[in-house]
């Protein structure tokens, strides 16, 4: 847990509480996706008093995961790189929060915990789909041959012969 007590903070204003800290690797889950985390997670930032009520946790994780190419299924390295901008109030105070501010978390004991704020954004971090090159060619769909390596033999008979006859049509 990744626990912060911020009893001193929210007593002082000019206090700032630096977070500087750096997780194991480990498995992102999006749904039914898993991915490995293929370096620490490189967690910095600060805890910022915004009132006697509330702190602000601004910070920023690094870290890469493995993805597989959309089209060819070849592992990818993918950066993630996010910053979280978490507001964290005491419970009772909501009726302080501004409106845009809505998405809070709850200071509980004087404590924040920053262990689903930072698992959060990093599952926010991670891309739909990669690609392990821009212009990857991906597989046959007939024979599955990753056709980055050279083609392969379906493609030459995939022409139509419907086309064939119109094709013949016009260069009469
Ligand atoms: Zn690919
Ligand atoms: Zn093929």
Redesign the pocket.
Known sequence: MLSYSVKNLLQDPSLRIPVEITLEPAVVRIGEEEYLTLEEWKVTGELINVSGTAVLFEGRVVTAIEMR?A??N?PVTVPIDVTIHQRFIKEGSEADVPEEDFDYLFIENDRVDLDDTILYEVQLGVPMRV???ED?K?LCPICGKDL?YGSCNCQEDDSDPRWDALKDLFSE
């Open positions: 190419c089209r060819c070849t690609l392990c090159k990857c991906g980055n």
